[in-house]
Structures are given as structure tokens and as C-alpha cells.
């Protein structure tokens, strides 16, 4: 079904092409205001109207309403075979702006999920890719989450042995400040190697998960195409 085709526009609809695309508020609320008639109203206005609230949803940051209603339009799509716009891909931008609102969320896993769909509905698809390194960095594993609390515990032992320094070494043991220095300086140094080194490791082992993963399903597209 073509994304809009009809040649006849109810008052609503003409009403709503109004209102400038950008003003993301007004579609909301023209949208929330009228929701029964419009969903009265031919399947092309409904549409094209339920995409732009959606997508209203999520540039003004109502995460959470927009994933229960991305899903709606998402259905539709499916459902009614929508053909998307010249140039685009209705579906993928949809999905895309799903997994955006999840990570908004603090939904990592839902937001993986997805984005291991839409690549593997297209491997060439570098927002999803580069989206997708995102979402995993910010699932941290156990190993980093060992490697933060190793340097939490380093820097609070750090400031212990710099208030000691402070208050019992320099006014009563100046003799030993040399060495009560080289000692808070080594711990601290320590900690922030713990942090530092494994914040980078996540990040490389993230970088070639990834590519290898993106690498293997363009091999299984291309190895489908030839047969």
C-alpha cells in the first residue's frame, strides 16, 4: 500500500497538514485531542497523522509513551503493508527510534535486542551498527563493574593515607613523608590504571564483538543472494 495516495482530504487532515512539521507540541496535542476521529477517519490520513505523533513522541523526549505507540505503527506497517516514502525506510526508521527510546530508558537489553534485528535486516545500516556499540558499552560486564570497585576502594584508601599523612605524619614523623607520599601516589596511580584500563578493554572487546558479528551476517546475506 502506498505511504498516501488518496486524493480527497477530510477537514481533520487538512487541519493537521496546518500545523509546521517541526512543532512537535502542537502535533501531540492536536493529535491526543482528536485521537477518536482520526482513527475514524481512511486508513492513509490515520497513518500518516499516527506517524507523526509518534514520531513527535520521541523528539520531545516522551520516551515511554512513545514506545506504546511506535508499536502501533510499527503493526500498521506490517499489518497493511505501508510502502514507505521515497528515499526511506519506514519500518527501519521506526525500529531505529524504538531502540533510541529504550536506551533512553536505561533498557539496554531491549535496545540490543532491536538493533540485532535491524542489522541483520541490513548489514550496511551504520547508525544501527555504531547504535549498537553504544548500548553495549553501557552493559557493563562483571570484570568492569570488579575493575570500578578495585578503584573506588583504591582512591578511598588513597585519601585515608593522605589524611594520615597530613595529620600524623608531617607534624610528628616528617622523617617518613617521602615514603608515605610514594605510597598514596602508587595507590592512586593503581586505581586509576584499574579504571582507565578497564573502561578501554570493554571498549575493545565491545569494537571486535561487533564487527565480528556485523561481518558474519553479511556473510550469511550475501551466501543467501546466491543461492
Not at 485521537?35 to 523526549?61: K, P
Not at 583504591?154 to 599523612?165: D, G, M, Q, T, Y
Amino acid at each position: 500500500m502506498p505511504f498516501y495516495q488518496s486524493t480527497y482530504h477530510s477537514k481533520t487532515f487538512r487541519d493537521f497538514k496546518g500545523i509546521e512539521a517541526t512543532n512537535y507540541r502542537r502535533i501531540i496535542h492536536f493529535y491526543e485531542d482528536r485521537e477518536d476521529t482520526i482513527r475514524g477517519l481512511d486508513f492513509e490520513e490515520y497513518f500518516e497523522m499516527l506517524v507523526a505523533y509518534v514520531n513527535s513522541l520521541f523528539e520531545v523526549g516522551f520516551h515511554q509513551k512513545h514506545l506504546l505507540m511506535v508499536d502501533v505503527a510499527i503493526e500498521e506497517v506490517i499489518v497493511q503493508n505501508v510502502a514507505s516514502p521515497p528515499g526511506e525506510n519506514l519500518y527501519e526508521q521506526l525500529l531505529f527510534r524504538k531502540a533510541a527510546s529504550h536506551f533512553q530508558c536505561l533498557q539496554y537489553e531491549k535496545c540490543h535486542y532491536i538493533l540485532l534485528q535491524l542489522i541483520r535486516i541490513d548489514p550496511y545500516h551504520n547508525d544501527a551498527i555504531g547504535f549498537l556499540k553504544k548500548c553495549l558499552r553501557r552493559m557493563e560486564p562483571a570484570f568492569l563493574e570488579r575493575a570500578k570497585a578495585t578503584a573506588i576502594f583504591l582512591f578511598l584508601l588513597a585519601a585515608l593515607v593522605i589524611s594520615i599523612e597530613v595529620l600524623l605524619v608531617r607534624p610528628f614523623y616528617e622523617m617518613h613523608t617521602g615514603l608515605v607520599e610514594r605510597s598514596r601516589n602508587t595507590i592512586f596511580g593503581i586505581g586509576c590504571l584499574s579504571l582507565v584500563g578497564g573502561l578501554l578493554w570493554h571498549r575493545f572487546r565491545v569494537e571486535q564483538r561487533v564487527e565480528r558479528m556485523v561481518q558474519q551476517i553479511r556473510r550469511e546475506k550475501l551466501l543467501r543472494q546466491e543461492k
